[in-house]
């Protein structure tokens, strides 16, 4: 088990010698947790820096590549444009999938996208249909039947 955010709140706990603390699980890959860390903390009272906000766009960039500029901007809390000039100076040919060089997007295939769906549900549980949607440009009834797929835990979002 490890904290993902409110690293500051166990060691007061544990100060205090409380032998709990109320915490919310995650259950997710490194990259998740990752993500899910830096959308908390550049949304809190002491939000991160602007050197750790655009590194944590280039390790996202590595590690999800297929995340859009937005999504990205919106975890790390940077502009669209940021991000897109991150992805563009990225030298892993990966990073830049799905991106055309004049800075547009290209349509990946329905599959891709709706394992893009399906990442961003793990990533964000309790995200809207609607605004997933958005991110990935699917119909809301088609996040909807991803997201049926994998409460049915056939993992699969085809």
Same mark, same amino acid.
């Given at each position: 088990? #490890?904290?993902?955010?409110?690293? !500051? ?9 409380? *032998? *709990? ?5 995650? !259950? ?15 949304? !809190? =009272? ?11 766009? %280039? ?13 990205? &901007?919106?975890?790390?809390?940077? %502009?669209?444009?940021? +991000? ?5 100076? #990225? ?11 004049? =800075?547009? #997007? /290209?349509?990946?295939?329905?599959? +891709? #996208?709706? @394992? ?6 793990? &990533?964000?549980?309790?995200? %809207?249909? /609607?605004?997933?949607?958005? @991110? +990935? =440009? ?8 991803? /997201? ?11």
């Amino acid at each position: 088990m #490890t904290v993902i955010a409110g690293r !500051h709140l166990v060691l007061a706990a544990r100060l205090r010698g409380d *032998s *709990s603390i109320r915490a919310q699980m995650f !259950h997710g890959n490194n990259d998740e947790a990752f993500i899910l860390a830096v959308r908390s903390n550049s949304a !809190h =009272g002491k939000p991160l820096s602007l050197s750790e906000r655009l590194t944590a766009a %280039s390790r996202i960039l590595e590690c999800r590549p297929s995340l859009s500029d937005r999504t990205i &901007a919106s975890i790390c809390g940077l %502009s669209p444009k940021t +991000v897109a000039d991150r992805r563009r100076r #990225t030298p892993n040919k990966v990073a830049r999938a799905g991106v055309r060089e004049a =800075g547009g #997007t /290209r349509r990946l295939s329905s599959q +891709v #996208t709706r @394992e893009k769906a399906a990442e961003l549900m793990r &990533a964000f549980p309790g995200e %809207s249909n /609607r605004k997933i949607a958005r @991110e +990935v =440009g699917l119909s809301e009834a088609t996040v909807r039947d991803v /997201r049926r797929q994998m409460e049915r835990g056939s993992g699969d979002s085809k």
